[in-house]
């Protein structure tokens, strides 16, 4: 017997259970598009002007040349799992019935809500974590797989739009409370390397109180030797997890400063630390057609993800799949900097 009795209800109250911070997709990639095949075409913004280096595409994409534009083709990343329907009895064995929204379900068909919602969950993570992968190292290791194996997604970024500061160049020192610390400064330097000028910076909440301790962060007013050059959020919602710190005013470049605090399941932070990433709310987050059977065939409908329901008898099998296909497309390279500041 059936659980889902009408997918879009289902896909519906799966939304409403799981909760994960999302803010940065909804800060630098706004623009969300859906596709029906499972390649995913954009174009590579050219910016006239003199030649820089980029990453290569090579062995990640099919790259050709149109109307003078770089015409990228490439497979978003594959997510796909599942839940069986003998999991989901034990579930609704082990918990019972419970209320669930305005009225009450049976408890079979919650555990299997409950169950997607998992799944629904753990896409949602990884989404997040190859969204802060690609703004930091401008690629997604293992984005997807060919018949030569996995390959990762590189993204058209120029080379010099990143740097790791080790302590090693003059004006390269790690962040501290030290008078050689100068955040700001090693910002400011960022912006100007950009040929796309940024309207924000991201760090981690570990990172970020690094820099507000640098003594180069000028907070009080009317200092007329040393004028003030960060004006600190004071409405920050002490449980958020994706929020403003401030802003920062330093030689001309004026910034808003976001911090990530989120931890994986690991423990480990979304947003590594010592990373500070400049970028503005240019990239795309494209999800590839998700394939699901009807009527005997095979097609793939256009949604950022979906449950199908799976019975077969021979083998027997009973399963809820819930498949998506995300993929953060950083089409101007030229508007993102990556900086690394090593302890």
Same mark, same amino acid.
């Given at each position: 017997?059936?659980?889902? #009795? ?7 109250? +799966? ?17 969300? #598009? $859906?596709?029906? %095949? ?5 174009? +590579?913004? +050219? ?23 770089? *015409?990228? %083709? *490439? ?6 799992? @599942? ?6 009895? !034990? ?16 408890? =079979?068909?919650?555990? !299997?809500?409950?169950? +997607? ?44 739009? #990143? ?6 160049? =003059?004006?390269?020192?790690?962040? @501290? @409370? ?22 924000? !910076? ?22 007329? @030797?040393?004028?003030?050059?960060? /004006? $600190?959020? %004071? ?34 932070? /979304? ?6 990433? $400049? ?50 497309? $950083? #089409?101007?390279? =030229? ?9």
């Amino acid at each position: 017997m059936a659980l889902i #009795k009408d997918r879009k209800d289902f896909v519906r109250g +799966v939304s409403v259970i799981v909760e994960i911070d999302m803010g940065i997709q909804a800060l630098a990639f706004p623009s969300v #598009k $859906l596709h029906k %095949t499972k390649t995913i075409e954009y174009d +590579v913004a +050219v910016i006239e002007g003199t030649t820089v280096a980029y990453n290569s595409f090579a062995k990640t994409s099919n790259t050709t040349i149109k109307d003078g534009k770089s *015409i990228v %083709t *490439i497979s978003a990343v594959n997510l796909n799992d @599942s839940i069986s329907k003998d999991a989901i009895e !034990a579930d609704a064995i082990k918990f019972g019935q419970n209320e669930y929204g305005e009225g009450e379900i049976d408890a =079979e068909t919650e555990s !299997a809500l409950n169950g +997607v919602g998992r799944l629904r969950l753990n896409h949602l993570a990884t989404s997040k974590a190859i969204i802060y992968e690609s703004i930091t190292t401008h690629q997604i290791k293992d984005g997807y797989e060919t018949v030569n194996g996995l390959q990762d997604i590189v993204f058209a970024v120029p080379s010099s739009n #990143k740097i790791v500061f080790d302590g090693s160049t =003059e004006g390269q020192k790690y962040w @501290s @409370s030290s008078t050689d610390s100068k955040p700001f400064d090693n910002i400011v330097a960022g912006y100007n390397q950009m040929r796309v000028k940024p309207s924000f !910076a991201i760090m981690n909440d570990v990172t970020f109180g690094r820099m507000v301790a640098s003594a180069q962060i000028v907070g009080t007013q009317f200092n007329q @030797s040393k004028p003030q050059n960060w /004006y $600190l959020n %004071t409405d920050i919602n002490p449980t958020a997890q994706f929020y403003r710190g401030g802003r920062m005013v330093h030689n001309g470049v004026v910034l808003d400063i976001y911090v990530e605090r989120q931890r994986k399941a690991d423990g480990n932070p /979304y947003m590594p630390t010592e990373y500070v990433v $400049l970028s503005s709310p240019i990239g795309e987050m494209n999800f590839g057609g998700i394939p699901i059977v009807d009527n005997g065939g095979i097609r793939n409908i256009v949604a950022e993800w979906d449950v199908q329901e799976v019975i077969t008898f021979n083998p027997p099998l009973h399963e809820l799949v819930v498949r998506t296909a995300p993929l953060p497309t $950083l #089409k101007n390279g =030229e508007g993102y900097y990556s900086m690394r500041i090593e302890s």
